[in-house]
């Protein structure tokens, strides 16, 4: 509807097209009443991020429902401008349930009203910026409690969970403070403040937009022990509510740069182990993500098609070492974590896309890293570091260079330099020479652990 009367309109496959009766300018705001109805679509779990309704009991048999639509879109559900480049700027969500149940979603509750049918609607509103696959809905037979942060209870966390995980989730959400306070340092306040901090116990773990998905709760998860290294942290909840900040806050605008959301997101749960347990361990922990690297595809999709139905697992994996290796190159922690806060603050509430992102870099740093960026964002080998060891004179020499894909790719890599000490050596694609005095080839070592690279070392 249009002021009142009915327009025209014509469907292409998930694209409707309406036609308007008279131009419409730009700069004007106008409003349209759409009507729709259908079956809800369902996850073809055959497909890799193909999302739909989820149609599940809980423990005791009551229905539970969520919605998650990360791949497909927002449009599987409700009408809306199906692409990442362009967000409302704030959002009213009314859902009607059965009184028994209860209905959770992005924001803040304004009001419940009951209806007849032994029916309840929910009202919930979104102050800020939402990308449409974040706009959400979880229904089940849910119980809440709350808490704040902040010295003046700077904003509200409700928690929803099945009445059976009461206890279970009290003990996996004293974790929630000190992962918010580690991310506030740092990459700036959370970015939601006015709509506060839901988190949701579901069928399936999601970063929706202040109303974080964390998947079901068991009694392992409640214990929060990481088999890698004891560490007593839920990856699940460090990881989604990582996305307030990557991937909410500052979101890409295709999928094609799903990357930043994730790799930031992967890479956040690492930052979270070095506020709880230092540098070193956090560094064993994003190493143990050298072994779920696929190398099947560029973590750069195509862009303009909704690029998102193959395996994007290594935008989590290798994107998260990729971060690391910037990290390293940069060798200045303060610059570091000035950048990744500068980054939230330059791109507060707006899409971006790699090129935002590596101009941002390259400018803060001083440094040209496009060539790194490339070799790692658009193809799936990683640059291999070619060492060759000869002695002359009883002298160890390196002969070093790099094999990559981009043409004259140059990126800095800490090496042993002496006997208990390393510094950069800046290999290109042309081979180079260093003389190593009073050091043994045995004793020679690549920082590896610091940089995601191959190393190849010749006879």
Not at 40 to 61: A, C, L, V, Y
Not at 156 to 183: D, E, H, R, W
Request: contains cysteine.
């Amino acid at each position: 509807m249009y002021f009142g009367k009915k327009l025209s309109f014509s469907r292409t496959y998930n694209a409707v097209f309406v036609e308007f009766t008279d131009s419409l300018k730009a700069g004007l705001e106008k409003e349209i009443q759409v009507f729709y109805h259908g079956k809800p679509k369902e996850p073809n779990r055959t497909i890799p991020q193909d999302g739909g309704f989820i149609w599940d009991k809980d423990n005791i048999g009551n229905p539970w429902i969520q919605v998650v639509c990360q791949g497909s879109g927002a449009s599987i559900w409700w009408p809306n401008k199906d692409h990442l480049s362009d967000e409302p700027d704030s959002m009213k969500i009314s859902v009607t349930v059965p009184d028994e149940l209860m209905e959770i979603s992005n924001g803040t509750l304004l009001r419940t009203t009951k209806l007849t049918g032994k029916r309840i609607k929910y009202d919930w509103y979104v102050s800020y910026p939402i990308n449409n696959y974040n706009v959400t809905l979880n229904i089940g037979k849910y119980v809440s409690f709350n808490d704040s942060i902040g010295k003046e209870g700077d904003f509200g966390i409700n928690y929803y969970v099945m009445p059976y995980n009461l206890t279970n989730a009290k003990k996996l959400f004293t974790q929630v403070k000190p992962l918010l306070s580690c991310y506030e340092k740092l990459y700036g306040e959370y970015p939601f403040k006015k709509d506060g901090l839901a988190i949701i116990e579901t069928p399936y773990p999601m970063e929706h937009q202040s109303a974080v998905a964390i998947g079901k709760i068991t009694d392992e998860r409640a214990k929060s022990s990481k088999e890698f290294l004891n560490l007593n942290f839920d990856g699940n909840l460090v990881h989604e509510v990582a996305h307030e900040w990557w991937g909410n806050n500052v979101s890409c605008k295709d999928m094609a740069d799903i990357w930043i959301h994730e790799a930031f997101a992967t890479y956040s749960e690492a930052m979270f182990v070095e506020c709880e347990y230092g540098y070193e361990i956090s560094q064993q922990y994003l190493n143990e993500y050298k072994n779920k690297i696929k190398a099947k595809y560029p973590l750069v999709g195509v862009y303009n098609v909704n690029d998102f139905f193959y395996e994007i697992g290594d935008s989590y994996s290798k994107g998260s070492l990729f971060l690391n290796t910037l990290r390293h190159i940069i060798d200045n922690d303060s610059l570091w974590f000035e950048i990744l806060k500068g980054l939230q603050i330059q791109f507060r509430y707006k899409t971006i896309d790699k090129n935002d992102v590596i101009n941002y870099i390259n400018k803060k740093s001083n440094l040209d890293l496009t060539p790194v960026f490339d070799q790692y964002l658009n193809y799936t080998s990683l640059p291999e570091l070619l060492i060759k060891p000869i002695m002359e004179n009883g002298v160890l020499n390196i002969e070093y260079k790099w094999n990559a894909d981009v043409k004259d790719f140059n990126m800095p890599v800490k090496v042993s330099l002496s006997k208990g000490k390393t510094g950069f050596i800046y290999p290109t694609t042309s081979l180079k020479k260093i003389a190593l005095e009073n050091l043994n080839f045995k004793d020679f070592e690549v920082e590896e652990d610091e940089f995601l690279i191959n190393v190849l070392f010749e006879e």
